[in-house]
């Protein structure tokens, strides 16, 4: 499961043994060579020798049925374990130099993954390993909150991406010139969308709910994080609420009734963007970082509904970081098939800090650290 | 980093085993029993185990109360093992032993019997291997078999043991130039040797050209290099020799065994088993050498096992299998007698019974009953079969077959 864990992040990870150094895998409870139970998980370059190949005719499992001749690997890493992997279309026989990396793959489950060594690596147009990856090429996409700065950006991501559709939510106030200027690009269609208005959801669900491959929901980063200013105990209690209505209900509401269709399809992935105040709350914005904590911990509930139909929920988790960027990572992180991203430094950081100690984290917040 | 509690991996650990270790003089293996294998039964593994148990009582004319040991190996008995048939089936003991080990159970099981019954600790023991075969049995055996192999293995395509396997073929064949017409010779003569075996399964004649052209499984493997797994059951018993005069069976002594689990750890891909380490020690425990060996009977779950089993129980050197293969027959009659009663890849293999196809059939051989054609050794072509090598394999953790095993039997006057 860790090894899963790691590999929501686009990690890959192998236990080494503290005592001896030794690397380990499969992943085990004391160490193979010294028997030291003093074992942790470190990131792995994945260099290796692929020392063997075979293509299965037949398998015992239906997913892998439907998608026979499957080609497998073994690979022999520099850091020591063998190990099985699926292999990318390009690798060649054996004897060869791969890279093995990881992967989330249909279930969910972490999944090794050996391509070609030296050089980048096209997985989403991989015949095997495409289906490990979230790729909006040829897709139909919903950004709920298109007309936003970095639902504007996200959109023009998505189509030069190669999205066949990007849905462009909207609603009453948003910038008739963004609007103007995404309906010219080619696949940009409108919907009237306001995430905290169960009507708009329900009629935008209705119209493009069956066709939709992927998810954006952006509507979070509509909140305007707040000024500078400390965030005394006398707060707006209606614009705290207002925070809520967008971060947590918004998504509910978006859960409720885009969910179950995502599902029947099923559709292949659901992004939320985030703030990573959702993580530790950020004093400054105490009542905008809890209703991204709401919002969070609601999206790990709809992981554990959409998962089980194969189906990615991503969260990308933002600092300050310019729309444009966010845009791309977003899209990376669909490419990549990633389940949580965190791009830019400030995000990384903050991941790192909070990774390390949550209370410490929490405590240098409030300091103003 | 601490030097003094990190052992670097040094050559004595893994060097052969040069101490004497204790014979079986008078001890002995007797009483073959196979029941019948089906395809696919409704039958519980209990069941197979109980016909196994009640034919060695037939054969041997002893009475349930005589068999006070007991060595049970099965895939498909859970939640029971060996403790849950002794109530299933009324059985009191006073030894017992579970033999997990898949392929290498038929040995372990004589090398656990053979000392139980030389110390004293029990005087009959009767070695069963049972399980049934339902439909979805193989794929929940495969799902569920180890930790190892249910994180690292399985979520790869789900090919089972014939990927595993495909995955070593192919590097054998690279490395040591092995055709499929090696490997299909082995499986041809062994059709052949099946075709008067009443109770295998598959004993119509096989050729070269429709194991060629068989379906493919997982490249290079194809349909006929792989077993079709059944139910059924077969068991032997171990006594004192005295006893078994007593009793009139007929029986074979046991010259010498092996086991080995794990034996090469540092090897990148399996191209060796624990035989190579203990081979010496084998023969000269038996007294033998390779070119005294009448018959060989190798665990055959894929036919690369069975070289690699031929060069490292040292009739070829490493490598040479498949020299050896085009040089040498492998039926009854042949040059080099193997898997006479045609292994598990024409019998079938009925879960860990699939270990024990090559030590009854031994015991057949030996004590002049075979189940199909006798072994007509080379030279001596009236004479009987003296000296038979059973070889066991098996327990595919990960990524190797983790258990090597091995007996020199030889019949008695």
């Known amino acids: 499961m860790r090894l899963t864990a790691a590999a929501a992040l686009g990690r890959f990870e192998l236990q080494v043994c503290e005592n001896c150094q030794a690397v380990q895998y499969p992943p085990r409870e004391a160490c193979h060579r010294c028997l030291s139970t003093r074992l942790v998980w470190r990131i792995q370059s994945g260099e290796g020798e692929l020392i063997s190949a075979t293509t299965l005719r037949h398998s015992h499992d239906e997913y892998f049925r439907q998608r026979l001749p499957w080609r497998i690997g073994m690979v022999r890493l520099n850091a020591g374990p063998i190990v099985i992997a699926h292999l990318h279309g390009d690798v060649p026989s054996p004897p060869a130099r791969v890279k093995v990396t990881i992967g989330l793959d249909k279930a969910g489950q972490g999944a090794l993954v050996a391509v070609p060594a030296g050089g980048a690596v096209e997985m989403s147009s991989d015949r095997q390993l495409s289906e490990m990856t979230c790729d909006p090429r040829g897709r139909a996409v919903l950004v709920t909150d298109g007309a936003i700065p970095v639902g504007r950006e996200i959109v023009l991501a ?44 329900e009629a935008a669900a209705t119209l493009i709910g069956p066709t939709l491959d992927i998810l954006v929901n952006d509507s979070g980063t509509r909140i305007a994080a707040g000024s500078d200013a400390e965030q005394t105990l006398r707060v707006d209690a209606d614009a705290a609420r207002s925070e809520m209505d967008v971060s947590y209900f918004g998504l509910l509401n978006l859960a409720r ?97 909070w990774l390390e100690s949550p209370k410490v984290l929490e405590r240098e917040l409030a300091a103003g650290r | 980093m601490t030097p003094a509690t990190h052992k670097r991996p040094t050559a004595h650990r893994r060097r052969a085993t040069t101490a004497r270790r204790q014979s079986y003089p008078d001890t002995v293996i007797t009483v073959p029993v196979t029941v019948p294998y089906e395809r696919y039964s409704t039958h519980a593994a209990h069941w197979f185990a109980a016909r196994a148990i009640a034919g060695l009582l037939q054969s041997s004319h002893l009475e349930k109360e005589a068999i006070d040991g007991l060595c049970l190996s099965s895939f498909t008995l859970a939640p029971d093992t060996g403790v849950g048939l002794t109530q299933h089936l009324g059985l009191s003991l006073r030894w017992l032993d579970n033999i997990p080990l898949g392929g290498a159970s038929a040995v372990v099981a004589l090398r656990r019997a053979a000392r139980a019954v030389q110390s004293g600790d029990a005087r009959v023991v009767a070695c069963v291997a049972a399980d049934t075969n339902q439909i979805d049995t193989f794929r929940a055996t495969i799902g569920g078999f180890s930790q190892f192999s249910q994180d690292a293995v399985v979520p790869y395509g789900s090919g089972g043991p014939n990927a595993s396997f495909a995955l070593l073929t192919a590097h054998y064949m ?221 327990m595919i953790n990960y990524d190797r077959g983790l258990c090597c095993g091995a007996a020199i039997l030889g019949a008695l006057a």
């Open chain 1, 158 to 201: 998505l189509t030069g991406a190669g999205a066949a559709t990007v849905w462009v939510g909207h609603r009453t106030g948003d910038s008739p010139g963004i609007l103007s200027e995404l309906s010219q690009i080619e696949g940009v269609r409108l919907v009237p969308l306001d995430v905290t208005d169960p009507r708009t959801v």
């Open chain 1, 257 to 353: 009734t885009f969910g179950p269709l995502l599902r029947e399809r099923p559709s292949v992935a659901w992004v939320n963007i985030l703030s990573v105040f959702a993580l530790s709350n950020f004093p400054p914005h105490g009542t905008f970082s809890a209703s991204q904590a709401a919002a969070w911990s609601l999206t790990q509930w709809l992981r554990s509904q959409l998962q089980p139909a194969g189906i990615r929920v991503l969260n990308v988790f933002a600092g300050p970081i310019a729309p444009a960027e966010l845009a791309a990572a977003t899209v990376a992180a669909l490419r990549a098939g990633v389940e949580d991203s965190y791009p830019g430094e400030f995000a990384q950081q903050w991941l790192a800090r």
């Open chain 2, 174 to 394: 690279r490395e040591y130039g092995a055709r499929a017409e090696d490997f299909g010779k082995l499986c041809v003569a062994q059709r052949r040797n099946a075709m008067d075996v009443p109770f295998a399964l598959l004993r119509k004649p096989l050729t070269l050209e429709e194991y060629l052209n068989a379906r493919p499984i997982a490249d290079p493997l194809r349909l006929y290099d792989c077993v079709m797994p059944c139910a059924g059951a077969e068991a032997f018993l171990v006594m004192r020799r005295e006893h078994a005069r007593e009793l009139g069976l007929r029986s074979a002594a046991i010259l010498a065994t092996m086991e080995r689990h794990n034996a090469f750890p540092s090897d990148p891909i399996q191209m060796r088993g624990g035989w190579a380490l203990d081979r010496d020690g084998l023969y000269a425990q038996a007294g033998v050498q390779p070119a005294q060996i009448d018959f060989l009977q190798t665990y055959d779950d894929y036919p690369v096992i069975s070289l690699m089993q031929m060069e490292d129980l040292g009739f070829c050197g490493k490598g040479e299998g498949p020299q050896f293969v085009r040089s040498h027959t492998f039926t009854t009659d042949g040059s080099f007698p193997h898997n006479t009663s045609g292994g598990q890849l024409s019998m079938g293999q009925a879960g860990a019974a699939g270990g024990y196809v090559g030590m009854t059939e031994a015991l057949r051989q030996l004590t002049g009953a075979p189940a199909g054609r006798p072994v007509a050794p080379a030279g001596r072509p009236e004479a009987p079969a003296r000296t038979g090598l059973v070889s066991g394999f098996g």
